[in-house]
């Protein structure tokens, strides 16, 4: 993965953007989740107006062999709508907080979209075939009375001896015989059509705002989390679900903490973990017991005195929580940095990665118009070897785990051109500016990429800022 950082390997360049151009930006059309299938083939994004669109790898155009086949509109649904809680008075949003695929086992494609409060099973399918010949009309285009069908088309068996090595058989000349015009349905060819359904509607199961879902490693079940409970469902059964994390105080004046994510563990079924608003993740073993009020194993990096702040609590926050594909290890997310962390090492993270410390300076105005509470998420690329997340004016970044290198780039319609090589960005943090850089003073706080995803075998990233998906791959030499 040198070219994360611009090695001699590959160059990240511009492929596509999605979206609208548009100065003022509609809220309900800003993307609130981006997710690749298992495949890669499939692209999921979901916005703050229930809305979920899937785009579909296309494959490799003859005339253009150097670019990789485009993603395109596959489907477009509403998966949420908007609700009234009347018990609570409370308006319930339909934006789309996460998304998550499910394997595929079978031509349909499957996976699950929540918003505050209801999760969703959606099936994505193909036809490309109709029925025709429901014996509704008559020969001359009337419609039939069903009443009056008495018969169906018959079949007379009628044997035929013949004589065969001195055995004598039998035979069947199989005539048929119609006796009445009433005929069996066939299926004709139609122009194509994705359909997407909802199989599974999983509600009533959460007080607080859902922050995660989860598929489990056995694929049948998944886990969904608020801010104090942790609720792991079957993917058949939307009636119940079994509470296996709880941590709401009998008395909420004493509450000191919030789940803020929760993720299964790739390979073992039993194990998943979850992070909190104060900076440590507990990972649990549902072999253990069936409320997992006790932690198998407890992640938390002693904190520096001499560094401590009014907004050390607030940026220790975890926001998102990633185990690796091996399973061997999991990445988190707080404001300032990344983090890896070994899960046979409880103590501290083996790896940390400066997102934008330049901004640390800058805490006391970010607190004042909210960014600081903004939750970015993080993702590994196929083989582990890199890891990416988002910061303020529409940078995300790149790390190299291998080589340590790291590399700032920017989601920007004016690189948008088609094979446009992505220029490396860099922020000045004080003293003379370079011809390049960018300074901290000059970045904009409403540009900023909370939402990214790699795909899981190519270097392919979709970046999601603001209204728009810009989707990058590598530029081979």
């Excluded at 899937?54 to 998966?79: A, D």
Aim: charged content about 25%.
């Amino acid at each position: 993965m040198a070219g994360v950082a611009g090695g001699n390997d590959f160059q990240w360049c511009f492929s596509q953007v999605k979206g609208a151009i548009d100065e003022d930006v509609a809220e309900a059309d800003i993307i609130s989740t981006v997710e690749f299938n298992y495949s890669g083939e499939l692209l999921a994004t979901g916005d703050k107006g229930g809305r979920v669109v899937i785009f579909q790898h296309e494959q490799e155009s003859k005339n253009r062999p150097h670019l990789r086949g485009e993603y395109n509109v596959y489907s477009t649904f509403q998966s949420h709508e908007p609700e009234f809680d009347y018990l609570k008075s409370l308006e319930i949003e339909e934006k789309i907080n996460k998304i998550r695929w499910l394997p595929q086992q079978n031509a349909a494609h499957f996976l699950l979209s929540t918003n505050d409060k209801t999760i969703k099973l959606w099936k994505i399918s193909e036809r490309d075939k109709r029925a025709e010949g429901y014996n509704l009309k008559d020969e001359d285009g009337r419609l039939r009375d069903p009443f009056r069908i008495t018969s169906l088309r018959v079949c007379s068996l009628r044997p035929v001896p013949f004589v065969n090595r001195a055995v004598y058989s039998f035979t069947y000349n199989v005539v048929l015989k119609r006796v009445s015009y009433f005929q069996v349905p066939v299926l004709m060819p139609m122009d194509l059509m994705v359909e997407a359904s909802p199989r599974r509607i999983f509600a009533n199961a959460h007080t607080y705002h859902i922050n995660s879902i989860s598929v489990n490693s056995d694929h049948e079940t998944y886990l969904s989390a608020d801010d104090l409970r942790i609720n792991l469902w079957h993917l058949e059964i939307t009636d119940r679900s079994f509470n296996i994390v709880d941590i709401k105080p009998a008395n909420m004046e004493e509450l000191t903490e919030v789940i803020t994510a929760a993720e299964c563990h790739p390979l073992q079924c039993n194990v998943f973990v979850y992070s909190s608003s104060k900076g440590t993740i507990r990972l649990c073993d549902t072999r253990a017991a069936a409320l997992c009020d006790r932690q198998a194993k407890f992640f938390e990096e002693p904190e520096d005195p001499s560094s401590r702040s009014f907004f050390s609590e607030i940026i220790s926050s975890i926001s998102d929580v990633k185990f690796s594909h091996s399973g061997r290890y999991m990445m988190t997310r707080d404001y300032l940095s990344v983090k890896v962390w070994d899960l046979n090492m409880e103590n501290r993270p083996v790896e940390t990665y400066q997102v934008h410390e330049y901004l640390r300076s800058k805490l006391c105005s970010l607190y004042e118009n909210d960014c600081i509470f903004d939750k970015f998420e993080c993702c590994w690329n196929g083989s582990d070897s890199a890891i990416m997340t988002g910061s303020y004016n529409n940078f995300f970044r790149m790390f190299d785990r291998n080589t340590r290198r790291d590399i700032t780039l920017e989601a920007s319609r004016e690189s948008s051109k088609p094979r446009a090589t992505l220029k490396p960005r860099k922020v000045s943090t004080g003293g003379k500016r370079k011809k390049d850089e960018i300074s901290v003073d000059s970045l904009d706080f409403n540009k900023k990429i909370l939402h990214t995803a790699w795909h899981p075998k190519d270097n392919v990233i979709a970046v999601a800022a603001t209204n728009n998906l810009y989707i990058f791959q590598d530029k081979i030499n």
